[in-house]
C-alpha cells in the first residue's frame, strides 16, 4: 500500500541556492518551508558589491527575491532553527525543527531600530567582515527578510551576566523585546527535502605567512567586497585600513585555501571575483596599480573570458606565481611581496594594499546537515553525488544544491536550484496544490475623475545614490512640483519594512499616484507594483524614476549635475505619472502541455522533468535518433557512465506514457504567448501542430571543425570525441600523443573558453594512461580550467605521469609533418625555449561552437549573445529563462558545459516551464497597444513593423461601406510602441505612453517648474 505523500517540500539554507528552490517550487505548487540556521535569509551574496560580468548591484539584483520569498503566502521562513532530526521516507518525512528564541516578537517589532540604538554593547559584525561593529542586539543586514533585530545572548550583558541593563526592552514602545523567550521544537510534514547550506571562507588566519589578521592592509576578497560596497562600512570608498589614504598598489593574490594538498579542488570563483574587484578598482581609480597573482585563470563561464580580457585592457596586471609570503615594513606599512616568476628568478614587489581571494571549503552547517539526515560526503567534504544525476543525495526524496554539492558560481546554484525543484516536482506530482494559499488583495479605490495626489518615495540605496545624489535636496524639490501630495526618503526602497511604509503613506495620506526614485524598473517594477495593489491601488499608477542606474552611477563624479538630474528625472515621472490611467490585464487558459525542441542530452531530461511531473510532452528531435552529442561521450568523469545514462534516457522517454516522441521532425511556424503557443512542426512527411503552455529549447552545439594543426590532412591528427571512439573500441598504437588545448576557444573567432575541453582532455590522458602506462602523453596548453572537483583529476593526471607544458596565446604550437614523421613544436615559456616533440597522434581540444542554422532562434525571436548562443535573461539570477516569456534555455544551445550541467540546466528548465503548466490562466501586459478606431484609416504602416507581429489588418462593415482597421492581440504585444511611433495619424496607442502626456512630459523638461 503507498503511503501518503505531503505536498510540501523543507529546503534547509537560505542563500541563492536556497532562495531560489524556495520559490521555484511555490510557484509551481508545492508549500516550502525554508529554514536557515542564520537569523535572515540571503546568504553571502548580500554582502557582495556588484556581481559580474554585468557589474549589476549584488544587493539590488537580489532583493527582489528576498521581498518576493518574505511576501509569498506558500513559502514559510523558519530562521534562526536548525533541523535535529528526521523520521519518515521520501514523499512523507516528519522534521524535527529547533527554533531558538530570537527574543524579539516579530509580530509587534516595527523596526525603529530604537533598541540597536540603545545598546550600549559594540561587537565585530560579521556582516562586513569585521571591518565594522555592530551591537548585541541588531538586524542582520539593511535589508534583512526578516527585517527584525535579534540578540546575540553571546555579547548581551543581560545574558551573560544574568542581570542588568535590558535596555532594548526598556526603550521599545512596541513592547516586542522578549527577554525571557525560550528556544522551541516545532515539528513539520514534508514529502521532500532540499539541503542547500551554502559554503564558508577558507580561514586565511591558518597561513600566517600571508599576514592576514598582523597586517591591516591585508584583507579578505569578502572583505573588499563589503569595503567596495556603497552601502558598506567605507561607503564605497577605498582606502588603506592603516592610514584611511587611498592606495597606489594592490594585490590580488589567488589561490588562498584552494588547489593544495589539504584542498585538491578549486573554489571555481575566486579568478572571476578577484578579475571583478580589480576591474572595479581601475574603473573608478585608473591611477591604480593593479595585480593579479595567479596559478591558471580560470574564466569558463559564459561571458567570463571576455570579462578577463577586458580588464587585462584596463590595465590590469595578471602575474603567473604563488607568492611564498607577504612582509610588512613597519615604517610605511607597505606590504612586500615575495614570489618566483616562471623563469625562476626570486622577485620582491610592494604594495599598499593586499587581497587575498579565498577559497570556498565545506560549511560548518553542511558537516551538520550531512549528520542529520546522513546524506554521504565526499573526501573533501562536500556532499556526494552522481556524477550525471547532480543533485540526488543517497537519501531517496533528499537533494542536495549549489556549494554544497562542490565550489560553484551562482548561474550554476541557481541552476542547480532548479533541478532539484524538478525531482521535488516530479516526486510530489499529485499532490501539487494541495497545500497552497491564494493571495487576496483589498478592493481597487477608484481614482478615475479624481485631482492627481502623488506620493514621491526617494531611495538612498544604501550609498548608491545617496553618495553622489543629494537626497534631502532632491526630497525638498520634489515638494514642491503640482500635484505632489506627500514626499518620503528611505534608506532601502525595496526593503520589507519600506514596502509597509510606502502602502501606510499610500492610505493615511489618500494618495492616487506613486513615484519610486530608486533604481531600475527592470528588476523592481513588479515589487512596487504588488505594494501599491496591497494598498488599493492600481498596480499601473506608478512611474520609477532611475536616479541610480541613470544618474548617480554615470555621474558618481559629478554630484552637483547628478543632483540636478535626478531633480529632472523625477520631474518628468510626476509629470507622467499623472497622467496615468487604472489598467486591468487580461487573462488567458493555459494549454497543460508543455513543448521541448532537441533530443540530446538536455533535451531528454528536460521532456523526463515536465512529463514526470505530470505534463504531457511533446518531445521533438531533428535527427534520426535520440542523444545528440552524447552518444559520441564514451568516458565520463569517476562514477560517470555516459553510455549508460544514454541507453536510460532513451529506453524511458520511449515507454513514458506522458511523452509524445518525433523524430526527424523541425520546427516550421511558432506563434502565440506564455501558455499558449502554437507550434508547427514537419514530421513524417507531413505538417503537425500542438499547443503548448511552455518550451524548452535544447538545440544543442555543434564541435568545432579545425583547419588548423594539421587536421584533415593527416590521419592521425584527430578530435578529443575521435580519440573516446578509438579508445573505446580499440587499443591505440601510440608511443607519444600530444593534445594541444584552446582549438577553436579563446582566439579572435570564437573568444570565449568552451569551458569543458580541459576536463575532456584530462579524462581521455587519464584513460590512456591507465589502460596505456607505457604511451607519453603531453598536454600543451595556456590555462588549466580544471574547476571545482574536476581539480582532483588534473592532480591525478599529473601523478600518472601526463605532463603539461604551457604556451603564451601569441606562440602557439607548430604541428609539422615530414614524411611518415609527426613532429609538434611549442615554446616552453619556463624553459624560454622550443621543444620539439615527435608524435604519433595529435588530438586537438577542439571548442563548442553554435549550430550554423539559426533558423529557430529567428523563428522563436530568441535573442544571440555575440558568441551566437541564446541569451538568458540574467546571466547571474535567471540563466534558464530566455527573454522570451514562457521560452526557457538548457543544454549547450544556451552555452559549452559539461554533461552534468546540461542535466542540471534541463532540470530547472523543466522546473521553470512546470511553473506556467500548473497555473489554469496566466496575466497578460497591460500596458499594450490599442487602435483609436476613430483616427485609424487602416493604412496598414503599423502592420509590417511590429517585432511581435501582434497587431492585424481587418475589414468592418460601417453602414454600406467595407473599412478597414487596424486590431491589436493583447497576447502578443509587449507594449514596444513601435506601432505608436510609426502611425501617421494617432491611430493606435500604447497605454498610459499617450502623445498628450509625453508632450507634456517635454514641455516640463524645457520649462521647468
Known amino acids: 500500500m503507498e503511503k501518503t505523500k505531503i505536498g510540501a517540500a523543507l529546503v534547509v539554507g537560505g542563500g541563492v541556492g536556497g532562495m531560489q528552490t524556495a520559490l521555484d517550487l511555490a510557484e509551481a505548487g508545492i508549500k516550502v518551508y525554508l529554514l536557515d540556521e542564520a537569523p535572515a535569509i540571503g546568504g553571502k551574496m548580500v554582502q557582495l558589491d556588484k556581481t559580474f560580468p554585468t557589474n549589476d548591484c549584488a544587493m539590488c539584483t537580489v532583493s527582489p527575491r528576498l521581498v518576493s520569498i518574505d511576501r509569498h503566502l506558500n513559502i514559510e521562513l523558519l530562521t534562526n532553527s536548525k533541523v535535529l532530526g528526521y523520521e519518515g521516507e521520501a514523499g512523507n518525512f516528519r522534521i524535527n525543527v529547533l527554533k531558538k528564541a530570537r527574543c524579539v516578537d516579530i509580530s509587534k517589532c516595527t523596526g525603529c531600530n530604537v533598541c540597536i540604538e540603545k545598546c550600549p554593547t559594540k561587537t565585530a559584525s560579521e556582516f562586513d567582515r569585521g571591518l565594522a561593529k555592530r551591537k548585541a542586539i541588531y538586524t542582520p543586514y539593511a535589508q534583512a527578510v526578516p527585517n527584525v533585530p535579534i540578540i546575540d545572548k553571546d555579547n548581551c550583558i543581560y545574558f551573560k551576566k544574568g542581570k542588568g541593563c535590558k535596555a532594548c526592552e526598556k526603550f521599545c514602545e512596541a513592547g516586542a523585546i522578549m527577554l525571557e523567550q525560550q528556544d522551541e521544537v516545532v515539528e513539520i510534514n514534508v514529502g521532500a527535502v532540499v539541503l542547500a547550506p551554502g559554503y564558508d571562507l577558507y580561514d586565511a588566519t591558518e597561513k600566517p605567512q600571508l599576514g592576514f589578521g598582523r597586517y591591516p592592509d591585508v584583507l579578505t576578497s569578502l572583505q573588499f567586497e563589503r569595503m567596495l560596497s556603497a552601502s558598506g562600512p567605507f561607503a564605497g570608498k577605498v582606502m588603506r585600513p592603516s592610514s584611511g589614504a587611498l592606495p597606489k598598489k594592490v594585490a590580488f593574490i589567488q589561490c588562498v585555501g584552494s588547489r593544495e594538498t589539504s584542498a585538491d579542488f578549486c573554489s571555481a570563483v575566486c579568478c572571476m571575483y578577484a578579475t571583478k574587484e580589480a576591474l572595479i578598482l581601475k574603473e573608478h581609480h585608473p591611477e591604480i596599480d593593479v595585480a593579479v597573482f595567479y596559478i591558471d585563470i580560470r574564466a569558463y563561464g559564459k561571458g567570463f573570458e571576455v570579462y578577463y580580457e577586458r580588464a587585462k585592457k584596463a590595465g590590469v596586471r595578471y602575474i603567473r606565481c604563488q607568492p611564498s609570503s607577504l612582509k610588512q615594513v613597519p615604517s610605511s606599512k607597505d606590504i612586500v611581496v615575495r614570489y618566483q616568476d616562471e623563469q625562476g628568478r626570486l622577485l620582491e614587489e610592494y604594495f599598499e594594499m593586499v587581497m587575498l581571494s579565498c577559497g570556498l571549503r565545506p560549511s560548518k552547517a553542511g558537516q551538520s546537515v550531512s549528520d542529520t539526515f546522513g546524506v554521504r560526503l565526499n573526501s573533501d567534504g562536500f556532499c556526494f553525488t552522481e556524477g550525471l544525476d547532480p543533485v540526488a543525495t543517497n537519501i531517496d526524496g533528499i537533494y542536495a544544491v549549489g556549494a554544497f554539492t562542490g565550489p560553484k558560481d551562482i548561474p550554476e546554484t541557481v541552476i542547480q536550484a532548479g533541478a532539484a525543484a524538478s525531482r521535488v516536482l516530479a516526486l510530489l506530482s499529485e499532490k501539487r496544490g494541495e497545500l497552497l494559499q491564494e493571495r487576496t488583495y483589498p478592493d481597487e479605490r477608484p481614482v478615475d475623475g479624481a485631482e492627481p495626489r502623488t506620493g514621491v518615495f526617494v531611495c538612498h540605496c544604501g550609498k548608491n545614490i545617496a553618495s553622489v545624489v543629494s537626497i534631502p535636496e532632491v526630497v525638498e524639490y520634489a515638494r514642491t512640483l503640482p500635484h505632489v501630495g506627500y514626499v518620503n526618503d528611505t534608506l532601502f526602497a525595496c526593503a520589507t519594512d519600506a514596502g509597509e511604509k510606502i502602502k501606510e503613506a499610500i492610505i493615511e495620506h489618500g494618495l492616487n499616484r506613486v513615484v519610486i526614485a530608486a533604481c531600475t524598473p527592470r528588476t523592481h517594477e513588479g515589487l512596487f507594483q504588488d505594494t501599491l495593489r496591497e494598498a488599493g491601488l492600481n498596480p499601473y499608477l506608478l512611474e520609477i524614476a532611475n536616479i541610480r542606474n541613470q544618474c548617480s552611477w554615470v555621474h558618481m563624479h559629478q554630484p552637483a549635475e547628478a543632483t540636478a538630474k535626478a531633480k529632472d528625472i523625477i520631474r518628468l515621472a510626476a509629470v507622467k505619472v499623472s497622467h496615468l490611467r487604472p489598467l486591468h490585464p487580461g487573462h488567458v487558459s493555459v494549454s497543460h502541455d508543455g513543448l521541448v525542441i532537441g533530443g540530446g542530452l538536455a533535451g531528454m531530461t528536460a521532456a523526463l522533468g515536465l512529463a514526470d511531473a505530470g505534463y504531457k510532452t511533446y ?391
Open 619 to 1009: 518531445l521533438l528531435e531533428k535527427g534520426r535518433e535520440l542523444g545528440g552529442n552524447l552518444r559520441r561521450v564514451k568516458f565520463g568523469g569517476p562514477g560517470e557512465e555516459p553510455q549508460a545514462k544514454l541507453k536510460e534516457l532513451v529506453e524511458r522517454i520511449r515507454i513514458h506514457p506522458n511523452i509524445e516522441l518525433h523524430l526527424e521532425s523541425k520546427v516550421t511556424a511558432f506563434d502565440g504567448t506564455a501558455g499558449n503557443f502554437i507550434v508547427d512542426f514537419k514530421t513524417d512527411g507531413e505538417i503537425r501542430q500542438v499547443k503548448a503552455g511552455a518550451v524548452i529549447v535544447a538545440t544543442g552545439a555543434v564541435e568545432y571543425m579545425p583547419t588548423e594543426y594539421l587536421y584533415g590532412q593527416s590521419p592521425r591528427v584527430i578530435t578529443q570525441l575521435d580519440l573516446e571512439e578509438r579508445v573505446s573500441l580499440e587499443r591505440i598504437d601510440a608511443r607519444t600523443v600530444v593534445m594541444i588545448q584552446c582549438v577553436g576557444s579563446r582566439d579572435e573567432k570564437h573568444p570565449y573558453c568552451s569551458r569543458l575541453c580541459c576536463v575532456q582532455a584530462i579524462k581521455n590522458a587519464i584513460k590512456l594512461k591507465a589502460r596505456q602506462p607505457k604511451t607519453e602523453v603531453f598536454i600543451l596548453y595556456r590555462d588549466i580550467r580544471a574547476y571545482s572537483l574536476h581539480e582532483a583529476e588534473y592532480t591525478r593526471a599529473r601523478k600518472l605521469g601526463v605532463r603539461f607544458i604551457r604556451y603564451e596565446q601569441n606562440q602557439p604550437p607548430v604541428a609539422s609533418q615530414n614524411g611518415t614523421d609527426l613532429v609538434v613544436s611549442v615554446v616552453d615559456p619556463i624553459l624560454n625555449a622550443r621543444l620539439k616533440i615527435p608524435t604519433d597522434l595529435l588530438v586537438l581540444s577542439t571548442g563548442v561552437v553554435p549550430d550554423e542554422d539559426q533558423e529557430l532562434a529567428r523563428m522563436l525571436k530568441l535573442p544571440q549573445s555575440e558568441d551566437g548562443f541564446l541569451m538568458e535573461a540574467h546571466i547571474k539570477l535567471r540563466p534558464v529563462d530566455s527573454p522570451v516569456e514562457g521560452v526557457f534555455l538548457a543544454g549547450l544551445a544556451h552555452s559549452p558545459k559539461l554533461a552534468d550541467e546540461s542535466i542540471a540546466q534541463a532540470g530547472a528548465a523543466a522546473a521553470k516551464a512546470a511553473a506556467i503548466l500548473s497555473k489554469e490562466e496566466i496575466r497578460l501586459e497591460a500596458c499594450v497597444s490599442e487602435v483609436k478606431d476613430e483616427n485609424c484609416d487602416g493604412c496598414a504602416y503599423c502592420v509590417d513593423p511590429c517585432p511581435f507581429k501582434a497587431i492585424n489588418l481587418v475589414e468592418y462593415m460601417s453602414g454600406d461601406a467595407v473599412k478597414k482597421t487596424a486590431e491589436t492581440d493583447p497576447a502578443k504585444c509587449q507594449g514596444c510602441g513601435v506601432c505608436m511611433a510609426t502611425c501617421p495619424k494617432k491611430g493606435i496607442m500604447v497605454k498610459n505612453f499617450n502623445l498628450d502626456e509625453l508632450s507634456e512630459m517635454v514641455a516640463a523638461l524645457v520649462s521647468p517648474v
